[in-house]
T-cell receptor
C-alpha cells in the first residue's frame, strides 16, 4: 500500500497524559499536512511542512501541540497534557507542491 | 468565521437522479476549489477540482460549476448511485493550491435505491 498511513488508528488516554501520532506520507510527496476533524465539522488545518521545514501553523495549534518532520519523510504530532477538548480525528495528508491532498485514514483520539 | 460554507448538512436523492451539492465562500482571494468525498472510518478522498479561471469542470458523472461573482460553487452528480452515499466536503485555497485548504462542514449525501 503506497498511500498515506497513520498510526495509531485509535488512541484512548486519560486527561493530562501525552500522546504522539505518526504519519508516513506518500514517498515522493514533499508536503505534509496535519488537520483535525471533530464531529459535524470539516477538517481544520493545524500545520504543514514542506520537506522538513514547518511553513505554517494555525492558531488552533496551542503550545501543547508540537509537530516535527525531522528528515522530510514521516511526521509526528505530539499533544502534551491532553484535555477532553482534544478529542478528535487527527488527519494527515500529503501532496506534491501543486497537487491535491491525499489523506490518511486518520488517528482518532479520545481523552477521558 | 466560516470562510467556506456548506449550508445543507444532508441531502437525500433517488438512484439515477441528479445530486446537487452547494458551497459558498466568503474569501475573494480563493482561486482554487476542490471537492472531497469521505466514507465512514476513512480519510477524505479527492474527487474533482476547479480553478477560478474556469466556470466548469467535468469528470465522468461529476461536474463542478463555479460562479465567482456569487462566490458559489456546486457539485453535480448524475446519475447518482448508491455508492455515492458519503459526506462531501467543499474546500478552497488561495494561490492556486499553494496554501492549506480550507474546508466546509460537509454535506451528507444519501442515494436511495
Amino acid at each position: 500500500d503506497t498511500g498515506v498511513s497513520q498510526d495509531p488508528r485509535h488512541k484512548i488516554t486519560k486527561r493530562g497524559q501525552n500522546v504522539t501520532f505518526r504519519c508516513d506520507p506518500i514517498s515522493e510527496h514533499n508536503r505534509l499536512y496535519w488537520y483535525r476533524q471533530t464531529l459535524g465539522q470539516g477538517p481544520e488545518f493545524l500545520t504543514y511542512f514542506q520537506n522538513e521545514a514547518q511553513l505554517e501553523k494555525s492558531r488552533l495549534l496551542s503550545d501543547r501541540f508540537s509537530a516535527e518532520r525531522p528528515k522530510g519523510s514521516f511526521s509526528t504530532l505530539e499533544i502534551q497534557r491532553t484535555e477532553q477538548g482534544d478529542s478528535a480525528m487527527y488527519l494527515c495528508a500529503s501532496s506534491l507542491a501543486w497537487g491535491e491532498l491525499f489523506f490518511g485514514e486518520g488517528s482518532r483520539l479520545t481523552v477521558l | 468565521d466560516q470562510q467556506v460554507k456548506q449550508n445543507s448538512p444532508s441531502l437525500s436523492v433517488q438512484e439515477g437522479r441528479i445530486s446537487i451539492l452547494n458551497c459558498d465562500y466568503t474569501n475573494s482571494m480563493f482561486d482554487y476549489f476542490l471537492w472531497y468525498k469521505k466514507y465512514p472510518a476513512e480519510g477524505p478522498t479527492f474527487l474533482i477540482s476547479i480553478s477560478s479561471i474556469k466556470d466548469k469542470n467535468e469528470d465522468g458523472r461529476f461536474t463542478v460549476f463555479l460562479n465567482k461573482s456569487a462566490k458559489h460553487l456546486s457539485l453535480h452528480i448524475v446519475p447518482s448511485q448508491p455508492g455515492d452515499s458519503a459526506v462531501y466536503f467543499c474546500a478552497a485555497s488561495v494561490d492556486t493550491g499553494n496554501t492549506p485548504l480550507v474546508f466546509g462542514k460537509g454535506t451528507r449525501l444519501s442515494v436511495i435505491a
